[in-house]
Each structure stands twice: as C-alpha cells, then as structure tokens.
C-alpha cells in the first residue's frame, strides 16, 4: 500500500490564481480530512468526508472547496489563492468511526503551498 | 466552545531527563484523545491514544500519557529523552466516538539540549 498520498509537494501561486492539491488513499478509508498547519497554530481542519459524495466544513473552510466522487480521491481546490492560504497542507485519513477501529488517521507527507 | 489547548509552545529539556508535555480539552463527556509527533519536514506520526479503560497508556518510542478526568487533560510523559525526541508534539482530540472530526491543539515544540 502507498499509505496516503499528496501531490504536489510544492506548489508557488500568485494571487487570485486557482489550483487544487490531490490527495489519494489506497487503504479504502471512509474518512477523509484536510488540515493546514501554520507556525504556532498548529493544524486547523478545512474540510472532511464521511464516504464518497459526503463532505462537511470543518475549522477553517473559508476559500477551499471540496468533492469527494470516489472513496479513493478527496481533492482540495483553492478558487482563488490569497497570501493568507500560504501553509502546509496535510491530506488524512482512517477507516471508520472511531468506536469501529478507525482511531488511527494516517497522513500524507503535506504539500507546502506560497501564494505570492 | 470545545477546545484543545497546549499551554507550553517550546520546551527544552536535557538528554536524559524526565519530559512531561500538557494538554487540556474542553468538551462535554469524555473524549478520545491523542498525541501525535512531527519530526522537522515529516508528516504526523501517532504516538498514543485513549479512548475508555485504563487512564495511563501506553505508546511507541517509550511515551506514555495519563488521562486525569477531573483536570481534563491528558499530559504526555516519558522518563529519559533522547537526542532522536526532537520534534513538535500535538495532542488531538475527537469529541466522542461517533465523531466525524478530530481537533488538534497548537502543539509543543521540545528541543533536547545536549
């Protein structure tokens, strides 16, 4: 299994440009989660899926959209960057509910986005 | 409002001494609790969790962590650091286990002076 994986793992913008951050897993996780870290804040969730078609807002959603057509992709798209979205992005993931054994969410190794 | 707080933002202490790290949370019932570990330039890696039965338990690496109800926290302990402990260190939590969500605090940055 390749675990979670994120792509790219850098990514330079100007303002008011768009791009989205890939995420796959491989493990058939239901849940899905998309953190930013910033110094001092640690990681703050964006966005999080349940299953496939199923998302919800999580801390800090504003300025990310998320869809999640397939159990395997949870994709993380910025419409319109702005310096504030300047962080390290992390893609998780885990099985089930946490009472089911889906208490261990792993990680992809993040992807470090600068907006100019 | 729920939350997860970890009061110290760095820390340093000596090869071979004794680290605790602290984290407090703030939620209705008790919890499922973590703590993970960041290296410089990695992912996260989880250390330990607690969801119900014995307070104190066990992680990797020689960590442990104790759940105290009545302080609602769940400090991070370990009796000897080592050099290789360097790394930022984030307790999370998930309110309950039909959570959807799981909260990280700000997390500890522990530096191991020589």
């Known amino acids: 299994n390749a675990g979670v994986t994120q792509t790219p793992k850098f990514q330079v913008l100007k303002t008011g440009q768009s791009m989205t951050l890939q995420c796959a897993q491989d493990?058939?996780?239901?849940?899905m989660s998309w953190y930013r870290q910033d110094p001092g804040m640690g990681l703050r969730l964006i966005h999080y899926?349940?299953?496939?078609?199923?998302?919800d807002q999580g801390e800090v959603p504003n300025g990310y959209n998320v869809s999640r057509s397939t159990t395997e992709d949870f994709p993380l798209r910025l419409l319109s960057a702005a310096p504030s979205q300047t962080s390290v992005y992390f893609c998780?993931?885990?099985?089930?509910?946490?009472?089911?054994?889906?208490?261990?969410?792993?990680f992809g190794p993040g992807t470090r986005l600068t907006v100019l | 409002a729920q939350s997860v707080t970890q009061p110290d933002i760095h820390i340093t202490v000596s090869e071979g001494a004794s680290l605790e790290l602290r984290c407090n949370y703030s939620y209705g019932a008790t919890p499922y609790l973590f703590w993970y570990v960041q290296s410089p330039g990695q992912g996260l890696q989880l250390l330990l969790k607690?969801?119900?039965?014995?307070?104190l338990v066990q992680g990797i690496k020689g960590f442990e962590a104790e759940f105290k109800r009545s302080q609602s926290s769940f400090n991070l302990r370990k009796p000897s650091v080592h050099w290789s402990d360097a790394a930022e260190y984030f307790c999370?939590?998930?309110?309950?286990?039909?959570?959807?969500?799981?909260?990280f605090g700000s997390g500890t940055r522990l530096s191991i002076r020589p």
């Open positions: 998780a993931s885990r099985a089930t509910g946490l009472a089911g054994g889906g208490d261990t969410q792993y």
């Open positions: 999370a939590v998930a309110p309950g286990s039909s959570a959807s969500k799981i909260i």
């Open positions: 899926s349940v299953g496939a078609g199923i998302t």
């Open positions: 493990m058939n996780h239901e849940y």
């Open positions: 607690y969801f119900s039965g014995d307070t």
